[in-house]
């Protein structure tokens, strides 16, 4: 990791959101954002066209890699790769609502590799040491200190 605030890692995807028991599912913009400032966490943001609400879900950064080649998770989110479609699928839940999307590999392995180059695998603890040092600092600067 450089010793110096990394731009966001940014990456749009269009996913499908399976409705329940059917063959259909509606497209959804799925808008990932990985920041130094929460180095463990991914942002996914969903937004179905210009209706409604966008939703958010933070995602571990390991769940989604892990998810790339072997089913992981527990609880509210679970991705379960599907080699023969060459995509993962996305299982989230809360209280009694849930959804899957099924996404595909390829825009999410490139904005993973991305997220490693900014913050390798294993270097997340570091760069959260670094960005409360620089918060720190950056007090004691506006504090007159």
């Known amino acids: 990791m450089n010793a110096e ?3 966001p890692v940014t990456a749009a995807c269009t ?3 399976h409705l329940p ?3 259909v599912y509606i497209p959804v913009d799925a808008f990932l954002h990985y ?10 943001t969903f937004q179905n066209g210009t209706e409604g609400d966008p939703i958010v879900w933070y995602m571990g950064r390991d769940l989604i890699r892990d998810g790339l080649s072997r089913p992981t998770g527990e609880g509210d989110i679970q991705i379960i790769p599907d080699p023969e479609l ?3 699928v996305i299982s989230l839940s809360v209280d009694d ?12 392995e490139s904005f993973l590799r991305r997220t490693a180059e900014a913050v390798p695998y294993g270097g997340e603890s ?8 620089r918060e720190a600092a950056l007090a004691r600067l506006l504090a007159g200190n």
């Open 5 to 7: 605030v990394q731009r």
């Open 15 to 17: 996913m499908r959101l």
């Open 21 to 23: 028991q059917s063959y």
């Open 35 to 44: 920041s130094q400032q929460d180095p463990y966490a991914v942002r996914v």
């Open 86 to 88: 060459s995509a993962i």
């Open 97 to 108: 609502k849930s959804a899957t999307l099924t996404a595909r590999r390829q825009p999410v």
């Open 126 to 133: 570091d760069a959260l040491e670094f960005v409360i040092q």
